[in-house]
């Protein structure tokens, strides 16, 4: 019988398939024994382990070529058309050294004041049965709340023993369970013994943390041990404080939200003319005017109020008189020799902040809406403060506002908000900046252009005395060298800076 009429037979057979599979396979394994084997996979590769060049990660996390990346340190790079201010230079170099200790010793006593400025890292265990809060669970000091979120979600029916232990406060459950079951009642080490994993839960559910101390701004960091599973969670002791709001009366009045603040020094021809300009578009609303000229000439308006200074106290000194007398929502911030126009809509900029989440917005002088950003870099020993001009991104829902950190000295602010921040004294002369550089972190900022205030001309006097008080207010608002170094060096200390670069 040929090959043929063998297969004929044996495709009739209902195990033809499982015959005709079976022989090939033979024939292919006996193929590839006669071969080397040549198999290579890449998890036989050894794995890569390295970081990325430095060349590489040094282009990456930048902005406004500033590099932001993670780092322990900071520095200030000359580049083109950029200040640079190493700090340490305008201290005296045989006080440094006293100057920089007295200075970290103020700044050990602040991180002592505000610990919330250093946060543990809290690293979540893997495969923990547990539930906890991470997040919310906050109590006012010496009250009690019950903790949420404490679950254990395995099987076990061994008898269980549960740990809990804080550091500031005092731990109790409003279960009610013998002793045996709940030690530690009112103590800060609690312990739970139960083989009942619904008990268990039940007395997790209820577990309540009291405030035994009176501290404001604190974070007890919980441990919470089940076994070989050991967690740790956040409660956090905190004090809020009062709300303070201003009633803008019944019918929303602008004259009700607003006062206008401004620090006058000589320019007393100037004032009056600022004066006459708000008159003509907002004649009730109140003016607060600080004074520190040496002789004082009185301003006898209705709704102005002017506040007599030692002589030149100084700018920052004169906007914290002005700002400390005002009983409205918001005050307007404006230098004596603006003008106010048609395009001075102070309504528009209590829109913003109305609706909004900012605290200042600023508008335009003249056409000049300046605003900057301030990018702050932490570093071990001080930090690096680098102020480069422009914004971040626009404001939803107003088209001609920004985000910024700082503005032009023409703003409406929260009148508490700017309290809080305050305006240091120490900075006599020429200072603006650095009134956003203390509110860094707190104070919200945008800019507006489409409100617009005007300023008055300049050195267009003839009038030999309006000349000769031009001539003196002059040598006292220009910074010398000795104001310049003095504000860095409050910078150094003040701020625990190390460098300063704007551009």
């Given at each position: 019988?040929?090959?043929?009429?063998?297969?004929?037979?044996?495709?009739?057979?209902?195990?033809?398939?499982?015959?005709?599979?079976?022989?090939?396979?033979v024939?292919?394994?006996?193929?590839?024994?006669g071969?080397?084997?040549?198999?290579?996979?890449?998890?036989?590769?050894?794995?890569?382990?390295?970081?990325?060049?430095?060349?590489?990660?040094?282009?990456?996390f930048l902005?406004?070529?500033?590099?932001?990346g993670?780092?322990?340190?900071?520095?200030?790079?000359?580049?083109?058309?950029?200040?640079?201010?190493?700090?340490?230079?305008?201290?005296?170099?045989?006080k440094?050294?006293s100057?920089t200790?007295?200075?970290?010793k103020?700044?050990?006593d602040?991180?002592?004041?505000?610990?919330?400025e250093t946060?543990?890292i809290?690293?979540?265990?893997?495969?923990?049965p547990?539930?906890?809060?991470?997040?919310?669970a906050?109590?006012?000091?010496?009250?009690?709340v019950?903790i949420p979120g404490?679950?254990?979600h395995?099987?076990?029916?061994?008898n269980?023993?549960?740990?809990?232990?804080?550091?500031?406060?005092a731990l109790?459950?409003?279960?009610?369970?013998?002793e045996?079951?709940?030690?530690?009642?009112?103590?800060?080490?609690?312990?739970i013994?139960?083989?009942?994993?619904?008990?268990?839960?039940y007395?997790?559910?209820?577990?309540?943390?009291?405030?035994?101390?009176y501290?404001l701004?604190?974070v007890?960091?919980v441990?919470?041990?089940?076994g070989?599973?050991?967690?740790?969670?956040?409660?956090t002791?905190?004090?809020p404080?009062l709300?303070?709001?201003?009633?803008?009366?019944?019918g929303?009045?602008?004259?009700?939200?607003v006062?206008?603040?401004?620090?006058t020094?000589?320019?007393?021809?100037?004032?009056?003319?600022?004066?006459k300009?708000?008159?003509?578009y907002?004649?009730?609303?109140?003016?607060?005017?600080?004074?520190?000229s040496e002789?004082?000439?009185m301003?006898?308006?209705?709704?102005v109020?002017?506040?007599?200074?030692?002589?030149?106290k100084?700018w920052?000194?004169?906007?914290?008189?002005?700002?400390?007398q005002?009983?409205?929502?918001?005050?307007?911030?404006?230098?004596?020799?603006f003008?106010?126009?048609?395009?001075?809509?102070?309504?528009?900029l209590?829109?913003v902040?109305?609706?909004?989440?900012?605290?200042?917005v600023?508008?335009?002088?003249?056409?000049?809406?300046?605003?900057?950003?301030?990018?702050?870099?932490?570093?071990?020993d001080?930090?690096?403060?680098?102020?480069?001009?422009?914004?971040?991104h626009?404001?939803?829902?107003?088209?001609?506002c920004?985000?910024a950190?700082g503005?032009?000295?023409?703003?409406?602010a929260?009148?508490e908000?700017?309290r809080?921040?305050?305006?240091d004294p120490?900075?006599?002369?020429?200072?603006?900046?650095?009134y956003?550089?203390?509110?860094?972190?707190?104070?919200r900022v945008?800019?507006?252009?489409?409100v617009?205030v005007?300023?008055?001309?300049?050195?267009?006097?003839?009038d030999?005395?309006?000349?000769?008080?031009?001539?003196?207010?002059?040598r006292?608002?220009?910074?010398?060298?000795e104001?310049?170094?003095?504000k860095?060096?409050?910078?150094?200390?003040k701020n625990?800076?190390?460098?300063y670069?704007?551009g």
């Open positions: 019988m040929g090959l043929f009429q063998i297969l004929q037979k044996l495709w009739r057979h209902k195990y033809i398939y499982m015959i005709i599979l079976t022989i090939t396979v024939f292919y394994v006996s193929i590839l024994k071969r080397p084997a040549k198999i290579t996979t890449e998890w036989e590769t050894p794995l890569s382990l390295k970081l990325l060049p430095e060349e590489k990660y040094k282009s990456m902005f406004d070529g500033i590099w932001l993670p780092k322990n340190h900071c520095e200030c790079v000359r580049a083109n058309k950029l200040t640079v201010y190493q700090l340490d230079n305008y201290i005296d170099k045989d440094l050294a100057v200790e007295r200075r970290e103020e700044f050990r602040y991180l002592r004041r505000y610990p919330l946060k543990d809290v690293i979540a265990q893997p495969n923990t547990l539930s906890y809060p991470i997040q919310g906050e109590v006012m000091p010496l009250h009690t019950v404490l679950g254990f395995g099987t076990s029916t061994e269980l023993q549960v740990i809990l232990q804080t550091s500031f406060g109790n459950t409003l279960v009610d369970v013998a045996d079951v709940v030690h530690g009642r009112g103590e800060k080490k609690l312990i013994s139960t083989s009942h994993v619904e008990l268990l839960n007395i997790l559910e209820h577990i309540t943390y009291t405030s035994t101390e501290l701004d604190v007890d960091m441990k919470f041990t089940i070989t599973h050991h967690v740790r969670f956040p409660v002791i905190r004090q404080g709300p303070k709001l201003f009633d803008p009366g019944s929303n009045d602008v004259n009700n939200l006062t206008i603040t401004t620090k020094f000589l320019r007393y021809h100037k004032l009056r003319i600022l004066i300009s708000i008159r003509q907002y004649p009730y609303m109140k003016v607060i005017v600080a004074d520190d002789h004082p000439e301003i006898q308006e209705a709704n109020e002017q506040y007599i200074m030692p002589f030149a100084g920052f000194a004169g906007r914290n008189l002005a700002i400390s005002v009983t409205t929502k918001y005050y307007l911030w404006v230098d004596d020799d003008l106010f126009t048609a395009n001075t809509k102070i309504e528009k209590v829109d902040l109305e609706n909004s989440n900012l605290d200042v600023g508008g335009s002088v003249g056409g000049n809406d300046y605003k900057f950003k301030l990018i702050y870099e932490e570093g071990a001080s930090g690096c403060l680098h102020l480069r001009y422009g914004f971040y626009r404001l939803e829902g107003f088209p001609n920004v985000v950190s503005v032009v000295n023409f703003f409406l929260h009148t908000k700017s809080r921040v305050g305006f120490k900075l006599q002369r020429v200072a603006h900046s650095e956003f550089m203390d509110g860094l972190g707190s104070l945008g800019s507006c252009n489409h617009v005007g300023h008055q001309p300049r050195n267009t006097e003839t030999s005395e309006k000349v000769a008080v031009e001539k003196t207010y002059g006292f608002r220009a910074n010398t060298q104001q310049i170094r003095f860095l060096a409050l910078h150094y200390f625990r800076m190390k460098c670069t704007q």
